[in-house]
């Protein structure tokens, strides 16, 4: 596991779309060969996305071969309310960008038979030969995607009830309402993140603090179900100094003196407008 | 994958790098098109996985629903005013060439004329809708002859005339065609103008006041009535006085009965109004702001000699004067500078609340004018790729943003979307 401290939510967003963007560009994707992107909503990725989106208005990159998968969607919401999960996707990140409509997916929560949409969900991950790199980030209660507390730690994707706690945190969104917030949602299963060649959670602010310490300090358990990336053999967690409060200093040195060894993941910065041969020749090649 | 072809064949557009004005505030949003018509492009991505064909590059200009002229006595060399054999082809010529000044519809406006005037040419002016062809014709404003002698302005006071015997059989018997009349302006002080004014607005008809030397209670008297424009503000009206403000106080009334409005032309040609009182009017009741042209013959045309109505107008760079006189008489500026010079006028040119305090007013004409027999000729891109209303007829005009000063001309693209070249 890689954890990645930085100073505030701007440069752990930042750090976060420079690695997204040299792990696509580093994949060399084309019309045989697409990029598999996992992708989670709500307000922690929204610096990411900001990144990104610039990175694509540079040049620097571009998601004309990038397939993405979303995490999450709420039932019964219209699929053009506001707070859907499609809306969210479209005003902060599609729209800015070149991908194809045919190449985002996102659980449709009105369909028909919900199992149904969950199960074809996992069969077009399969057919799109797995996810390369699934972004997620979690509640404070260390749910990741909606696998609330309890949640089992080999989930697939499927139809989950909201805890409580969520349905609180969300109801600022729909103007303070319980009644109005969905109790529903269809959510990938924390098997199906697990089976991402790569994960990368962000975590920031305070409010966090407890959910990365149960995350990475204490043993795996589905009450804090993103603690079962601890068997994952690929996780980055990115973080800001607010959401490690809750951590043993030792592990915060620690990791704090491995950033000069973590840094090299996103420096050099790789461009879409290099050819690959430029690539190879003035910059050190990848490695992990 | 571009254009879904099985909804459609036609390509997709895709108007990027602009700010366009969606529920009376610019926002930097992209603006997509099919066969004419504003496509919502979450739903086109979502649902028919469809992306433009063409992407068109706005250099960061202004994309604002197309402006509606209330106010334009002619211009191109036609006259509206003229008993000619063939108003039709004035008219189509004016409809054509002000799209290229952004404007999408208007009302042809005759100033005070014979009644032989009015009986030739008002059966010739048919209401209709716009469209690559020319900006839609709304009906026609007549300004007067139910005007003030005071304040009559450039209309020649020979034509002047009342209701005082018939009431509004007089002014039936003036105009005798009402079928395409959307706007009277009269002065609410003339004797009777309150039963003519009910059964105008009873008929659907806009009333406006202006050409006057009523006080506020008359005014007010008037709105009661169901007059709900004034005629370009602070011209041909009594001064602002502070113990009568007159017409002008309606600007801000107590009078107004609940749920009104009261709405106002203004010339913002930069001669006809000082930018100061252009500000004033604007702070005092931004909502019923509508910038007219009140243009001549003479618009887009040389300096020179050109007729309004009975009479001949000497315009000499933006001034136009009674020929031998000092009265001005309409404007020759476009729309398009009108907007900028109000842009200029009332604020930073470039700040983003200021356009769209100003651009605002594009869709108030809207409420000054439609009645329940015009109901579906003015749709409006008024939720540009909102939900409400995806299949909205485009009529939009582009603001180029290197071209805020008034000199340079305004690109206009309109229903049937030929985006064009710059």
């Known amino acids: 596991m890689k954890l990645i401290i930085l100073e505030n939510y701007a440069q752990a967003s930042e750090w976060a779309a420079k690695y997204i963007r040299n792990r696509i560009i580093q994949f060399n994707p084309g019309p045989d060969k697409y990029f598999t992107l996992g992708l989670p909503t709500g307000s922690t990725p929204l610096g990411c996305y900001k990144k990104l989106i610039e990175y694509y208005k540079n040049g620097d990159l571009s998601f004309k071969y990038v397939k993405t998968f979303n995490m999450d969607e709420y039932v019964g919401l219209p699929r053009d309310h506001l707070e859907s999960y499609h809306s969210f996707m479209w005003n902060n990140f599609f729209k800015h960008i070149d991908i194809s409509p045919e190449n985002t997916h996102v659980l449709d929560g009105n369909a028909a038979d919900l199992q149904a949409e969950c199960d074809a969900f996992e069969g077009k991950i399969k057919a799109a030969g797995g996810i390369e790199l699934f972004v997620g980030g979690i509640g404070p209660d260390g749910h990741i995607a909606f696998n609330e507390p309890g949640s089992s730690l080999v989930s697939r994707t499927r139809v989950k009830t909201l805890a409580m706690d969520t ?79 809750e951590l043993k200093v030792k592990t915060v040195k620690y990791f704090k003196g491995l950033m000069l060894v973590h840094n090299k993941l996103v420096e050099p910065l790789y461009s879409m407008k290099e050819t690959g041969a430029e690539r190879r020749q003035s910059k050190k090649p990848y490695s992990d | 994958m571009p254009s879904n072809k099985s909804v459609s064949d036609a390509p997709i557009f895709q108007f990027t790098n602009c700010r366009i004005l969606r529920s009376h505030q610019l926002q930097r949003e992209d603006l997509w098109v099919r066969e004419g018509k504003i496509l919502n492009p979450e739903k086109l991505f979502f649902d028919e996985k469809g992306s433009a064909d063409i992407q068109l590059d706005c250099k960061d200009s202004i994309i604002a629903p197309g402006f509606i002229d209330v106010q334009i006595n002619g211009g191109f060399g036609v006259d509206f005013s003229l008993a000619a054999d063939d108003v039709q082809s004035g008219i189509s010529l004016v409809s054509q060439k002000i799209l290229s000044n952004g404007v999408t519809s208007f009302c ?198 050109h007729t309004l109505g009975q009479q001949v107008i000497e315009v000499d ?78 009529a939009v005009g582009i603001l180029s943003k290197p071209s805020w000063s008034p000199r340079s001309a305004s690109r206009q693209s309109h229903t049937g979307c030929q985006p064009g070249r710059d």
Request: net charge positive; aromatic share 6%; hydrophobic share 40%.
């Open chain 2, 317 to 394: 760079g933006l001034n136009t004067y009674i020929a031998g006189t000092k009265t001005l008489s309409g404007s020759v500026a476009t729309m398009d500078s009108c907007v900028r010079h109000f842009l200029e006028a009332t604020g930073e040119p470039n700040s983003t609340t200021l356009c769209l305090r100003a651009l605002g007013w594009s869709t108030v004409p809207l409420a000054v004018i439609t009645s329940p027999r015009a109901k579906g000729l003015y749709t409006y891109p008024e939720s540009v790729g909102g939900r409400s209303s995806p299949q909205t007829r485009l």
């Open chain 2, 108 to 305: 042809p406006t005759l100033v005070t004329s014979p009644p032989s005037v009015y009986h030739k040419v008002l059966p010739q002016i048919s209401v209709r809708n716009g469209g690559p062809h020319g900006a839609g014709i709304l009906g026609a404003h007549l300004e007067g002859p139910f005007i003030s002698k005071e304040k009559k302005g450039a209309h020649p006071e020979h034509y002047l005339s009342t209701f005082e015997s018939g009431a509004f059989q007089d002014l039936l018997a003036t105009y005798r065609h009402l079928d395409c009349v959307r706007i009277v302006t009269l002065a609410p002080e003339m004797k009777r103008s309150s039963e003519v004014i009910q059964e105008l607005t009873r008929r659907g008809i806009c009333v406006s006041l202006g050409h006057s030397v009523a006080n506020l209670s008359q005014a007010e008297e008037a709105v009661r009535h169901g007059a709900t424009f004034i005629t370009h503000l602070f011209n041909a009206m009594l001064p602002f006085h502070h113990r009568d403000p007159g017409i002008v106080g309606l600007l801000t009334s107590d009078q107004i009965p609940a749920r009104r409005r009261v709405f106002y032309g203004m010339i913002s040609d930069g001669i006809h109004t000082n930018p100061a009182a252009l500000r004033i009017a604007h702070r005092a009741h931004p909502k019923g702001l509508v910038l007219v042209t009140d243009a001549i013959a003479g618009m887009g045309l040389a300096p020179g000699r």
């Open chain 1, 167 to 245: 349905i609180l945190a969300n109801a600022r969104f729909f103007d303070g309402d319980l009644s109005k917030v969905p109790t529903m949602a269809l959510t990938v299963g924390v098997g199906t993140v697990m089976d991402a060649r790569e994960v990368m959670i962000l975590i920031t602010g305070a409010h966090k603090a407890f959910a990365l310490y149960k995350a990475i300090e204490e043993g795996v358990n589905h009450m804090w179900t993103v603690s079962a990336f601890q068997q994952h053999p690929s996780t980055v967690f990115v973080c800001d100094e607010d959401a490690t409060l």
